[in-house]
Each structure stands twice: as C-alpha cells, then as structure tokens.
C-alpha cells in the first residue's frame, strides 16, 4: 500500500497509535499501518487532524492535496534533505544562458524523439492512416531546434511537436469517443480528462522527487519562471509523458477498462471521473507506477533514478541527459 488515496467527502484521518483511521461521523471506513504507506493523496472535503499530520511527517511520509475533481493544489512534505549546495549548483546552471537552453533543447529533444518511439512502437492496425508522415514530420522539426535562440523558440517546437504527436495519437485510440485534439482547461471528453489527471498524478510524484532531493522547484531550465509554478518538475515531467501517461491511457480506453458510464460532466469543469472511475483510475495508476514496467524497473524507480543524474550533472557541470524511451 504505497499509496492511499482518501475521497470519501466528509471524511477524517484520525491517528490510533500505529494505525490510521479514515473516519466519518461515528463509522470507521478503513484503517491501515502507518508503516505501511509511501504518500497519501486526500481530495476535496477530507480532513486531516494535527496528530497525523505530525506523526506522518515525523516518518518522512507526504501527503498531497487535491480538489474534488482531481485538480492539485499542494503537498506537506517532510523535512528530509537540506542540500543547498545542490540548490546553488542549479541556480548557477540556470545564470549560465547557454548551459540553460542546452538544457532545454535536450528536454523537448527527447520528448519528441519519445512521441516518435511511442508512435512506431504502437501495434497499427489501420489501413487508411499512415503513422509515418506523422514520426517523420516531428523529426524535421526536432532538427530546426540547434538554430533556436531563446526559450520561446524552443517552446514553439515542442508547441508544434505536440500537436502533431496528438493528431496521431487520436487514431491509436480504438474506443477515442469525443477525442479530436488535445484540450487542457477544461477537458470536454473522457481522453482529455484522463490525460490531464495522468498528467497531474504524474506532476505530483516527480514534485515529491525532487523537493526530496533538494532541487529548488519553481526554478525550471525550459520552462522558467513563473510566480506559483513548479518549474523543475515540469520540465522533468516532460520525458515521462508518453512512456507513463500517454501509455496508460491508450491502455485504459484500447481494452475498455474506463467507459462512459465512469465519467460526469459539469458546466464549470468539464468531464470528469465520477467516484467509482475515481477508484479504477488510482488503482491502476499505482499498479502500473510500482510493477515492473522497463529495464525490469518500476517507473518510480526509474523516475526516481533520473532525479539522481540530474542531480548528478548540475553538481559535476556534466551534460544531463533526459530518459529516453525505446518503445
């Protein structure tokens, strides 16, 4: 039980000696070992009582808040790393502007050769789309990125990449309902709801590497600086979308493992999981995240790793070179 996510509304966490209670008026829910748990994720109307919180945090275990609808706002993290070596080493690497964009042009570098892996290696049944001209046109303007001279250029490629890589991705999607192109805010079908809350589970693990780690989050080499932004994890997220996210959610739809009747629509937020989507979608989240998925590796594992070399090349002034997915 690495992960716990608690969305009963109305609900309470509540300490009783090594265990944790999840209560609501007088009825217990669920209890589980602190020992036991990795993180825990609350969403919407659940509380939280300082006793757990401070025996949480004495364990050096997170806990991250989301809204009802899946929608992050934040996490308490424990006290465990305290590398301002590291942070001056990141600072520096980001006042250099060549070291900077360097950086940047390897992270929409690899996100984009990742889109390509990901699209030759999907098994194409189609006969009336050709999957190729796709790869092929995302590799030309991979090309273009050693002229770019500042970070708005390099962001117009991957810009570009991204809606090519979606335009393709809709016709690996046997079951795409509504799906024509990819919409952030709000999502206005099922694919879009799931890719946005993929993405922001995926968000949230790679915030908690890193600020375990010592990096300064909203200090980002592609994506900059932004008041309230988690930079950092942003541009380390990006080489993890289309090996986790994007993969898992072909999955979910191709084999039906979400349907429509998993799904609601408000005017204000768009579509979203209802509760018992809610429930599929983190049990499998999770199962993908901690089995064994590449290099017989979990992907937290992995993710995990490649926090260590970015650590690793801001420390030692080496290159630092994003994880490359083979398909």
């Not at 590398?83 to 070291?99: G, K, M, T, V």
């Not at 273009?144 to 970070?151: D, F, T």
Request: proline share 3%; aromatic share 12%.
């Amino acid at each position: 039980m690495p992960v716990v996510y608690i969305k009963e509304q109305g609900s309470c966490l509540r300490r009783k000696g090594e265990q944790i209670a999840v209560t609501k008026g007088s009825q217990t829910l669920l209890e589980f070992p602190i020992h036991h748990v990795d993180n825990i994720v609350v969403l919407g109307n659940v509380q939280v009582t300082s006793q757990v919180l401070a025996k949480l945090l004495g364990q050096g275990i997170d806990i991250s808040y989301f809204s009802f609808g899946g929608k992050y706002i934040g996490h308490t993290v424990a006290e465990n790393s305290k590398n301002i070596f590291l942070r001056f080493a990141q600072y520096e690497a980001y006042n250099d502007r060549e070291r900077r964009l360097a950086i940047a042009k390897q992270i929409v570098e690899n996100k984009g050769y990742n889109q390509i892996s990901l699209i030759k290696s999907f098994h194409w049944e189609r006969e009336d789309y050709d999957y190729r001209k796709d790869a092929g046109q995302i590799e030309e303007l991979l090309r273009m990125l050693p002229g770019k001279q500042n970070s708005q250029e390099i962001m117009g490629i991957e810009g570009m990449c991204s809606n090519i890589y979606f335009h393709c991705f809709r016709h690996m999607l046997k079951n795409s309902g509504a799906f024509e192109k990819r919409v952030r805010r709000p999502p206005r079908d099922p694919v879009n709801a799931i890719l946005s809350l993929a993405y922001t589970f995926l968000l949230k693990d790679m915030a908690l590497l890193l600020e375990g780690a010592s990096f300064e989050l909203y200090l980002g080499f592609l994506h900059g600086i932004r008041y309230g932004r988690k930079s950092l994890a942003l541009d380390m997220m990006e080489e993890w979308r289309q090996p986790i996210a994007d993969r898992l959610v072909l999955k979910l739809f191709n084999k039906r493992m979400l349907a429509e009747y998993d799904f609601q629509e408000d005017a204000g937020d768009g579509v979203f999981l209802n509760e018992e989507g809610f429930r599929k979608f983190c049990k499998e989240y999770e199962r993908w995240m901690a089995e064994p998925n590449f290099c017989n590796k979990s992907w937290r594992l992995l993710m995990k790793q490649q926090v260590g070399v970015l650590k690793k090349s801001l420390e030692e002034g080496g290159s630092y070179i994003p994880f490359r997915y083979e398909g």
